[in-house]
């Protein structure tokens, strides 16, 4: 099946905003669930944020509480993460990703994950 597409990485300064976008209008599997995650150099994947489908339901990884926000667009089957004041611990990798039910503050069980889209924070 066709994979998930990320966009909108990119290379900016502590403090600035980034917006990830997750295109999955060719993705044949299930959505109900959307997540991003990250990877760091020598690090594992972690999750950073996921939704319900209706989007009335989120998570976020503590660490980017209050500073990042998910969302989708199922019309256009389209995940966003809004990236505000970014520090460069924020730097990684970033994936999405899907799951078939929703349960609050758990990270297991998604997959089928996209290419990733580079974040590169600088001081």
């Known amino acids: 099946q066709v994979q998930l597409v990320e966009s909108g990485g990119g290379s900016v300064l502590a403090g600035g905003s980034l917006r990830l976008s997750c295109d999955a209008s060719?993705?044949?599997?299930?959505?109900?669930?959307m997540a991003w995650f990250r990877q760091a150099p020598g690090k594992e994947r972690e999750g950073v944020a996921a939704?319900?489908?209706?989007?009335?339901?989120?998570y976020y990884a503590d660490s980017v509480k209050g500073r990042f926000t998910i969302s989708r667009d199922n019309a256009k089957s389209l995940l966003y993460l809004q990236m505000n004041s970014l520090k460069p611990d924020d730097t990684a990798m970033y994936y999405c990703?899907?799951?078939?039910?929703?349960?609050?503050?758990?990270?297991?069980?998604?997959?089928?994950w996209g290419q990733g889209t580079q974040v590169t924070v600088s001081s």
């Open positions: 060719g993705y044949t599997g299930s959505t109900y669930c």
């Open positions: 990703a899907t799951r078939q039910w929703y349960t609050p503050h758990t990270w297991h069980g998604f997959g089928d």
């Open positions: 939704i319900s489908y209706k989007g009335d339901l989120s």
